[in-house]
């Protein structure tokens, strides 16, 4: 499926993610909190609401030729090496602010499976740990770190093919 672009440009890019749910009724609920950075912060801040609590990395290979977004439980710590392993790729590291903005659109802090909406070129591979992609919901900052959205397992995946990516889904 071909990725959908925003609608017209509101005030902010979360303005056009939600208005893109909306549009095709992908349900989720959002709470507003004050902005965070890391999960110490996210989960001091953040109001009680559905769905498993993830943690989302930006990644790259040793080449700057693949660039990855794994998508984990909150409490995970991810194994770089092991994962680099698993995906037949060179050494990761983190992406750079600059590369996140490139292939992401986003600033760190705001990382999150939306950004994908911002990947027209599928230039960003999805990886899933599987207890994320099997929760029943997923919480995720909504393109900004002041907010969190809690969206279904099913809205998810339809929001992907919206976007055209598909998860990749481990144990990680």
């Known amino acids: 499926m071909t990725t959908e672009a925003l609608a017209e440009t509101p005030t902010h890019p979360a303005d056009a993610l939600l208005q893109l749910l909306d549009r ?21 801040a953040t109001p009680e609401i559905g769905g498993i609590k993830t943690k989302n990395v930006f990644l790259r290979d040793a080449k700057g030729t693949r660039h990855f977004l794994a998508v984990v439980p909150h409490d995970l710590r991810l194994d770089l090496p092991a994962l ?47 207890r994320v992609w099997q929760a029943a919901q997923v919480q995720a900052h909504p393109l900004r770190n002041t ?23 481990l144990a990680l």
């Open 84 to 130: 680099a392993r698993m995906l037949g790729s060179s050494k990761l590291s983190m992406g750079s602010p600059e590369r996140l903005q490139r292939c992401l659109g986003i600033t760190p802090g705001a990382v999150s499976v939306f950004a994908l909406v911002n990947d027209k070129a599928h230039a960003v591979e999805l990886l899933m740990d599987e």
């Open 24 to 44: 095709h009724a992908l349900p989720y609920d959002i709470v507003e909190h004050e902005p965070v950075f890391t999960i110490a912060d996210a989960l001091a």
């Open 147 to 169: 907010a969190t959205v809690a969206i279904g397992h099913d809205a998810l995946a339809s929001f992907l093919a919206l976007t055209g990516h598909a998860p990749r889904v």
